[in-house]
């Protein structure tokens, strides 16, 4: 249902609405209307899983909570809203979901989800009213996630299930990451929760890594598949590469978004093309699509999450229940999901309602401060759980490990642009200049605090710096928004509309295709010096297009490490390469292809062992058998060891004889790895 537009949502995109009229306030707190809602909130689930059509029940679920918030006159903003609040909704509701007996079964999930919204509206007196106002730059925001997606997608157009592999196994990391999701999967819940049964999909120690994204992700694929039944592990594989790749776009689509709901009212017109051009010029050329071919999925939600939640606090033009809403649904995604980046988000909202202390009334300061240590308990829980467990927090900080650094052109040029824009005297005057200024001086802090104690800690920063790093790098590409409204423009007087908005039309052209040029390298079909390769074309999501990040998964192009493998029961350590790191590779595929995830607590002893597609010297032969006995040592019972060298296999099997727990040597001749060993993890 759509109600009429008030006048204060024609005034200006992201205003607050009027107040409800009388009549429909009573209506929505009628109990009627509440039982109505209700009984829909189970006979649409009930209605759309059978027919497999789960997956609609996300967008009803994203229109449902926009229909009852007033944020906004803008239906974007307003779906965008919604979308934050039903992530840290479903966070949240997960705790639950992990422990009552049905698990991810998408009927009841989404049943309770949909209830929990009927509930809020009816309590609140909210009918169900979205806003039918767009703008025209709508088109640029929606247009950035699909050039991504274009590029994301391509180089896995006409390849078959196993040929994707390649671009799912690009490093060691989103093999974990698969394994959580999993996880969560089989055990309906948070792994956390379910530690001991988890044990079977994951590797140790890892029940207490932020699952967040995961969780979100396994929600997600019960609506798609329309059942809590994972179906082939091989088909998941594919289905958890899909995600993760529309996660990368959806980031960019966020980060061109919050610059823009930053700016504000005032950004109007060849403005708004200009910010909006300049962030997607700058996303699309960026580093950052290594994050996916390292692996990094929870970082790059994390920094979804960021953007959308910087935004809403930065400028939060909204009532007070949603601002509230909005910055503890944020705070909770952002924690789930990455709980480094809570760091900066909770300096974040801190900060911002401080500034923005005087929209909240005295009376209800009780009620506020009760909110809010209910939602900073949810928040840190996952936190609070890793710290109570055996992680080293302190020592897990200062890890190494391959990176994908942060832009310091933009970190730091970036972030020096947003206190410039904060601190101007037209921004500085009014709320969001100061919330802007708070919280980029907050996340500096922060920042900085933290590459500091790794200097005094180990001398240099390392791998945990460049993650929190990359939250400067969005709050710098949103910040940007902020400038826009400075390029204050005079328009001649008298000047007839149309011929206004033609040249505004043309204003706005020429702006995106300068900021194309300028910062993403686009060339608009001249050559470059020497014929040489455009900048355009060097860029790591342009580089991902074309299929430079493949990773080999197998002895066989477009095969996988299980083909041949059926009929063996046991944890399998396979090795068809003289490459350790090749051999621990094609173990885990095979340990995850098969369930059995949470063998490779003892399996990843293969990391060490360098010997099986051909024969190696003694004393090198020697040392990788003793890792191969140690595995079997940990398992504590039968294994299978699976060799491309019919030789290697003889020889193993006559100084395996008798050893004990029982190891069976399988020899596949020709299945020997043969590509580089750069093929195997492209994102190392």
Not at 574 to 583: F, Q
Request: glycine share 10%.
């Amino acid at each position: 249902m759509v109600a009429a537009r008030t006048s204060s949502e024609e005034a200006a995109p992201g205003s607050t609405p009027g107040p409800e009229r009388p009549a429909v306030a009573r209506t929505a707190r009628s109990l009627p209307f509440l039982a109505g809602a209700l009984l829909a909130s189970w006979l649409v689930p009930a209605a759309l899983i059978p027919t497999g059509l789960g997956i609609v029940l996300l967008p009803l679920l994203v229109l449902a909570v926009a229909s009852v918030i007033r944020v906004g006159g803008v239906l974007l903003d307003r779906l965008v809203a919604a979308a934050l609040i039903v992530a840290g909704g479903v966070l949240v509701t997960g705790l639950l979901f992990s422990l009552w007996p049905w698990g991810l079964d998408p009927v009841p999930t989404s049943g309770a989800l949909f209830s929990i919204v009927a509930l809020t509206g009816w309590l609140g007196r909210r009918a169900p009213r979205l806003p039918l106002r767009f703008r025209p730059s709508d088109l640029m925001v929606l247009g950035t996630g699909y050039v991504m997606w274009h590029y994301l997608h391509k180089p896995l157009v006409g390849k078959g299930p196993g040929w994707r592999l390649e671009f799912l196994t690009t490093s060691e990391d989103r093999l974990n990451h698969f394994s959580y999701f999993v996880g969560i999967e089989h055990v309906g819940g948070y792994n956390f929760l379910h530690q001991e049964a988890a044990k079977a999909y994951m590797m140790s120690g890892e029940g207490v890594y932020p699952q967040g994204s995961h969780f979100l992700l396994a929600w997600v694929d019960s609506l798609v598949r329309s059942s809590a039944d994972l179906g082939s592990t091989l088909d998941t594989m594919n289905r958890y590469l899909l995600y993760v790749l529309a996660a990368y776009a959806l980031l960019g689509v966020a980060l061109v978004w919050a610059a823009r709901w930053i700016g504000g009212p005032r950004l109007r017109g060849w403005r708004t093309a200009a910010v909006c051009g300049t962030v997607a010029a700058l996303v699309f050329s960026s580093n950052y699509t290594d994050l996916v071919t390292h692996g990094f999925d929870s970082t790059v939600i994390g920094l979804l999450m960021v953007a959308v939640l910087t935004a809403f606090l930065v400028r939060p033009a909204l009532r007070t229940p949603e601002f509230l809403l909005l910055a503890g649904s944020g705070l909770i995604a952002v924690t789930y999901v990455y709980n480094l980046f809570g760091a900066v988000a909770g300096v974040a909202v801190v900060a911002t309602l401080v500034v923005h202390r005087r929209r909240f009334r005295l009376s209800r300061w009780p009620l506020y401060a009760l909110l809010a240590v209910v939602a900073l308990g949810l928040a840190a829980l996952p936190s609070v759980v890793s710290v109570l467990s055996d992680l080293d927090v302190a020592g897990t900080s200062n890890l190494g490990g391959p990176s994908v650094g942060a832009d310091r052109t933009i970190l730091v040029g970036g972030l020096l642009l947003a206190l410039l824009a904060a601190a101007a005297p037209t921004n500085r005057r009014t709320g969001t200049g100061r919330a802007h200024l708070a919280l980029v001086l907050g996340a500096g802090l922060v920042i900085c605090g933290f590459a500091w104690w790794q200097m005094h800690t180990i001398g240099h920063v390392s791998y945990y710096f460049e993650k929190l790093a990359g939250t400067g790098v969005v709050i710098a590409l949103v910040s940007i928004g902020a400038v826009g409204p400075l390029l204050r423009t005079t328009s001649p007087a008298r000047v007839p509309v149309l011929r206004r908005r033609i040249g505004d039309g043309v204003l706005s052209v020429v702006a995106v295709a300068t900021a194309l040029s300028l910062f993403a390298g686009v060339q608009w079909g001249m050559e470059s010096f020497k014929a040489g390769p455009t900048a355009w074309s060097q860029n790591s999501l342009t580089a991902w297009s074309r299929g430079d990040s493949w990773s080999d998964i197998g002895p066989r192009d477009g095969a996988t490490v299980m083909a041949d493998l059926d009929g063996i029961s046991e944890p399998m350590m396979v090795l068809y390469s003289n490459d350790d790191y090749k051999n621990l590779k094609s173990t885990w595929v095979t340990a995850l292809l098969r369930g059995r995830g949470g063998d490779m607590r003892a399996l990843y002893e293969a990391h060490w062992v360098n010997i099986g597609a051909e024969p190696r010297k003694e004393a090198e032969h020697q040392a990788a058998l003793a890792h191969v006995k140690k595995a079997a040592e940990k398992l504590g019972g039968p294994m299978t060891v699976v060799v491309a060298d019919p030789a290697t296999g003889d020889l193993l099997r006559k100084e395996l004889t008798g050893f004990q727990p029982r190891i069976t040597v399988v020899a596949k001749p020709g299945n020997n790895w043969i590509h580089p060993w750069n093929r195997s993890f492209p994102g190392d």
